[in-house]
């Protein structure tokens, strides 16, 4: 699977794709199975039938990936579209750029005995929450459409771009995917503690102890 595919980015108008994928309440999601809880630069790969896995994304991306035959799926949690290097300041931190994330899930899905041709995937995120000229939320949004495209692995539900923060709960025994838009002013905090965590990783390695989701909210 190739790193290097050649994107053009450009500014998309509000886009109104994020209809391609219900806005259901996380009263639907299945929150009496155990919860994993995925932070940028991570990702997690289940076979466990009890499993949900839950992000929070501001301008980051995800993409929930399983195969159903296989019985193995996951998600990863992205902050920026790629990089040839993986480096990140002073950390070598490749699953925070996109290209190494994609690769990454992906392939842990193959090894446990997924196939390419049976994947399903569902992608989330890329939201310019802050509209402050930074589009780096639809650069994501559209580097994720880009490269499934180049790889030839088709998107069975998206939910990109737009203004809002989102929670996701996402199953991957069953493939189905609880989210929520996040429109209170109180959860801009989401998307300033993922700006001051992105910060922050530039000059300290991922070590698992900063708690992006401590809002105040439930997941």
């Not at 050649?6 to 994020?18: E, M, N, T, V």
């Not at 399983?66 to 579209?81: I, K, S, T, W, Y």
Request: with cysteine; hydrophobic share 40%; charged share 20%.
């Amino acid at each position: 699977m190739s790193r290097g595919h050649a994107l053009s980015y450009c500014q998309p108008a509000f886009d109104r794709r994020s209809a391609a994928f219900p806005v259901v309440s996380l009263e639907e999601a299945p929150l009496e199975l155990t919860k994993v809880r995925v932070l940028p630069g991570e990702h997690h790969v289940t076979d466990d039938p009890g499993r949900t896995i839950v992000t929070v994304l501001g301008s980051c991306v995800s993409a929930c990936i399983r195969d159903h035959a296989a019985e193995v799926g996951g998600m990863n949690h992205f902050m920026l579209p790629q990089s040839e290097s993986g480096d990140w300041g002073e950390a070598t931190a490749s699953l925070r750029y996109g290209n190494f994330a994609m690769e990454r899930l992906i392939n842990d899905i193959l090894v446990r005995g997924g196939r390419r041709n049976s994947l399903e995937i569902k992608v989330f995120g890329g939201a310019n929450v802050l509209q402050n000229g930074s589009n780096i939320g639809w650069l994501n949004a559209q580097f994720v459409e880009s490269y499934l495209a180049a790889e030839r692995l088709p998107i069975s539900a998206r939910h990109l771009y737009g203004i809002y923060p989102r929670r996701i709960h996402y199953v991957p025994s069953t493939g189905k995917v609880a989210m929520l838009e996040l429109r209170r002013q109180s959860d801009l905090m989401i998307v300033e503690t993922e700006e001051s965590y992105g910060q922050m990783l530039k000059t300290t390695p991922l070590d698992g102890s900063a708690e992006l989701f401590d809002t105040g909210t439930p997941l």
